[in-house]
């Protein structure tokens, strides 16, 4: 079983401790998801900077396939992080050689090839995602806390697995935008609400699960930790509950060091 991690990465640079660490949401699930015992790939674009060759040889050692990874002359994406007692604060994003980021057609073949698609808002593919599942290939999509970006509606007609973040709990108002969100098509939607556990929805009943205890160094990659472990759960066969259980359980590991990986 093998996912397909496509669209944003970045480079995570704690100016103030003297550090940068790869990252990005797919690209961050694709390393989890070997961190598992699986397989994955990672498809985008990185700068011909330094940041670029970090990146790559980053994934490569953590053996995720970069086959179709490619370097365009430039900058590679960076993201400003601040840590403020554990949490990490994000300050300017530079986008980089990612505004040009564009699939081929041998990219979405490329893609399809594998047993599921991941990405996320600021993969810059939400256009293409359409390609992707009329080959019958499923979808996973990070729609992270924004939601009310526009993103949202062109993509979650073509999503099978939706994925949104909050930090105000299990409310009734959230309840209320997961069923909206599943009317337009996914088969679950999935709310990760930090500290107090995550919600799914799949259509006929909410689950809900907490957490798994650990001391929190750093929070940075436990949303796409979470995401990696739910991900390899739905791979597996394995029910909504047990898919829950093994995403809170791999965004443990990952709370307890810096940076995302």
Request: net charge negative; with cysteine; aromatic share 10%.
């Amino acid at each position: 079983m093998k996912i397909a991690a496509v669209g944003d990465n970045c480079m995570d640079v704690y100016e103030k401790l003297g550090k940068a660490y790869p990252g990005g949401n797919p690209v961050n699930v694709a390393v989890y998801t070997v961190r598992l015992g699986g397989e994955a790939s990672y498809t985008g674009v990185v700068g011909s900077d330094k940041y670029g060759k970090i990146m790559i040889d980053a994934l490569n050692a953590k053996g995720v396939d970069t086959s179709h990874l490619k370097v365009l002359p430039g900058n590679t994406a960076i993201t400003q992080v601040e840590l403020v007692d554990g949490e990490r604060v994000f300050g300017d994003y530079d986008e980089g050689v990612l505004a040009r980021f564009k699939l081929s057609d041998e990219d979405i073949d490329f893609l399809c090839s594998q047993d599921l698609v991941v990405t996320g808002l600021w993969g810059n593919i939400e256009n293409d995602l359409y390609k992707i599942k009329a080959k019958g290939t499923p979808v996973a999509f990070d729609f992270a806390n924004k939601l009310e970006d526009p993103v949202i509606e062109k993509a979650i007609y073509h999503v099978d697995y939706a994925f949104f973040a909050s930090d105000d709990g299990d409310t009734e108002c959230i309840r209320d935008y997961m069923k909206k969100m599943h009317a337009k098509g996914p088969k679950i939607v999935t709310v990760t609400l930090g500290d107090k556990g995550s919600i799914a929805y799949d259509g006929e009943k909410f689950t809900t699960f907490g957490i798994v205890p650990c001391d929190v160094k750093d929070t940075m990659g436990a949303g796409d930790s979470y995401i990696a472990g739910f991900l390899r759960g739905i791979l597996q066969g394995k029910e909504l509950k047990e898919c829950m259980h093994m995403g809170a359980a791999n965004s443990s590991v990952t709370l307890q060091y810096n940076g995302a990986w």
